[in-house]
T-cell receptor, first 115, second 111 residues
């Protein structure tokens, strides 16, 4: 059973704080993703990684950075949290075979509130 | 650029009814298509994955079909139950690593 876990279900932070969201997957997947989800805006891709220490910007990378030091772990960092980063954050992972990609699995999400 | 559309945005049906959710995409050069379910405040749960070479996939009361040439997929739910109430999203996988998501259909099954 594929498992994607996220470090917190709920998080409350102050404006200007540095925030770390952690994601771990246990299926040896190459690809990992961070999305945010807001009402009326759907899922938006922030960053993704296709290998250790590799990262690519998604659609809305501004204000975020990521780290992937180990294959199973992908961290999202808010360098200086702002109120407009209050959102649901979803991590996902996806394996690949040759040049094709397999089923994508999501974690339970982290509801972040920035005050 | 791939675009994925799901219509309707919301659907309400009485319990026991069979229903169809629709997903359309603009670029037929896809590798696979995936259907997800999302309950309020939760992550997405994968329901079905259809590879581009397949026409349909079944899991329990769910059946997903894929017509690449017309850019359409449907998710058929048989004998709907109140527990099926959720938002259903389809996502298309192409040559890029990331999926392209539709905005979802919010389903309410009334007891």
């Amino acid at each position: 059973d594929v498992k994607v876990t996220q470090s917190s279900r709920y998080l409350v932070k102050r404006t200007g704080e540095k925030v770390f969201l952690e994601c771990v997957q246990d299926m040896d997947h190459e690809n990992m993703f961070w999305y945010r989800q807001d009402p009326g805006l759907g899922l938006r891709l922030i960053y993704f990684s296709y290998d250790v220490k590799m990262k690519e910007k998604g659609d809305i990378p501004e204000g975020y950075s990521v780290s992937r030091e180990k294959k199973e772990r992908f961290s999202l960092i808010l360098e200086s949290a702002s109120t407009n980063q209050t959102s649901m954050y979803l991590c996902a992972s996806r394996g690949e075979v040759g040049s094709s990609y397999n089923e994508q699995f999501f974690g339970p999400g982290t509801r972040l509130t920035v005050l | 650029k791939q675009e994925v559309t799901q219509i309707p945005a919301a659907l309400s049906v009485p319990e026991g009814e069979n229903l169809v959710l629709n997903c359309s995409f603009t670029d037929s050069a896809i590798y696979n298509l995936q259907w997800f379910r999302q309950d309020p405040g939760k992550g997405l749960t994968s329901l079905l994955l259809i590879q581009s070479s397949q026409r349909e996939q079944t899991s329990g009361r769910l059946n997903a079909s894929l017509d690449k040439s017309s850019g359409r997929s449907t998710l058929y739910i048989a004998a709907s139950q109140p527990g099926d109430s959720a938002t259903y999203l389809c996502a298309v996988g192409g040559s890029a690593r990331q999926l392209t998501f539709g905005s979802g259909t919010q389903l309410t099954v009334l007891p």
